[in-house]
């Protein structure tokens, strides 16, 4: 797999899930008015859009199971 791989994990999955994690940074800003949460949820939203916008490896493929022998 490629370095930028993490466990057949490519680019597209990272940034959902950092875009999931901000929305609900912010969603819980509302609850604690403090500014720091609402740039940490933005910043992982940002982080999130641009890891989404890199493109796709071909390298970043899980690698396929190995049998055994019978």
């Not at 912010?26 to 940490?40: D, G, N, S």
């Amino acid at each position: 797999m490629h370095q930028s791989c993490h466990d057949g994990e490519c680019s597209k999955w990272w940034g959902a899930k950092f875009i999931v994690v901000g929305a609900v940074v912010l969603a819980t800003a509302v609850y604690f008015p403090k500014y720091i949460w609402h740039m940490i949820g933005i910043l992982l939203i940002a982080k999130g859009i641009l890891k989404s916008a890199t493109p796709v490896s071909e390298q970043c493929q899980p690698s396929p199971m190995k049998k055994g022998k019978k």
